[in-house]
């Protein structure tokens, strides 16, 4: 394991590696006289020895000679160093929930995503840190783009790991905004499938209609490359030309402002599109944003409740406050409003076609700002909350900065199930919005 040091330097930042994509680890076997691919893990845990003690991303992370000893499969990708966020069980390391209340020895069995990587040929070197049971009580995980800042959360540490360069995937999972928001605050591609596509088996379940499993990256090709080993089916074969695409544009919810920062960046990308010939319709308003992200409160606290339940009656005082004062209010909501709630969330999520017509995706914002300053609090998820209620597939795409260096970006979201089809839209879009390559040299010249 590698030890995480105490931070040197506040205010430094790290800059993100050359993290090669997964296409470049195809090949089965690319080692000599035909033994696998070791090269990008050793690199990976260089990078962690290197970055983690200022980023902190890390949990457990395994020795190199532990890795190497464990049977490595031919796949799409052999060789592809992986983290595992810290609710989700890898084989030979612990599974701590970001909790000094859950066993500190190895599990037996990896989840059932992660035996579909190995088999692929991935290879988890660690697993990644997260806030308290993956809900809000952070953990020690700082911003690589600037470590005053909090990465977000829950699944700060696979952001963070993604971003510093150390591995180019990372698991992560998300009940209201804990993949698309630490995506947008870290500046990586963040993918949240369908609801119920990425089978949950292995994850510490805390929100039964909610959790969903999901992965980092550090660009599209990278995660739709995981999307072909995870999701079931196969993207549909429609050529996908700029000047074919119908856009929903939705500039925020209501009762959330969206951050001037934000909305510079949403109204870059649709004029970007709009550059292009797709074909942008503004969203006036979707009034039941705010019944959806209502119902979504009471559905995480009534389950978040009970699944904790076993743990707050026996360790409740290894506990933090925030997290028992949730499930006090879960264990209050009477169950009527509770089943009213998920009928009206099945209900919503069959309403695309009501709500948006036939349009390809939905372009709105991942966040209502950049990361916050300070540690302790991981922002705010109202933009992600009612597509979590939904279940809708959403995508965070990093596109610029602000002025201070943080990053922004913007999140498309897709008809239930068509996952594929909406990475394959993300690999045709991010290289026409993103302006970070540009802003680096314009940088550079001054």
Known sequence: MVPTASLVNPSMSIPPANTPPCVA???????VDGAPHFAAVRAALEAVALRDAAVQAWAFVADASALEAYPVCAGPLTGLPIGVKDVIDVEGMPTR?????????????????????RSAGAVPIGKTTTTEYAHVTAGPTRNPADLRHTPGGSSSGSAAAVAAGMVPIALGTQTGGSMIRPAAYCG??????????????????????????????????????????????????????????????????????????????????????????????????FEPAVQMIEAHTVIMQYEFARSLLPVTRSAGHSLSGRLLEVVHKGLAVPAEVYVWMRSFQDIQRRRWDDYFGNVDLILTSSVLGAAPLGLEYTGDSAFNKGWSLLGWPCLHLPTTVNAKGLPLGVQLVARPGVDADLLAWGEVIHPLLDERSTLRAEARAE
């Open 25 to 31: 680890h195809r090949s089965p076997y690319n080692g």
């Open 97 to 117: 929930c970001g909790s000094a209340t859950s066993a500190a020895g190895p599990v037996e069995f990896d989840a059932s995503c992660v035996t579909l990587l």
């Open 188 to 285: 990586v591609v963040g993918f949240k499938p369908t609801f119920g596509v990425v089978a949950r088996d292995g994850m510490k379940v805390t929100c039964e209609s909610l959790d969903v499993i999901g992965w980092f990256g550090a660009n599209v090709p990278d995660v739709a490359a995981v999307g072909r080993v995870l999701l079931p089916g196969r993207r549909s074969p429609t050529s996908r030309q700029p000047h074919t695409l119908r856009v929903a544009f939705l500039a925020g919810n209501p009762g959330h402002v969206i951050g001037p920062d934000s909305n510079a960046a949403l109204t870059s990308a649709r004029r970007r599109l709009e550059a292009q010939g797709a074909s942008v319709v503004q969203v006036e308003a």
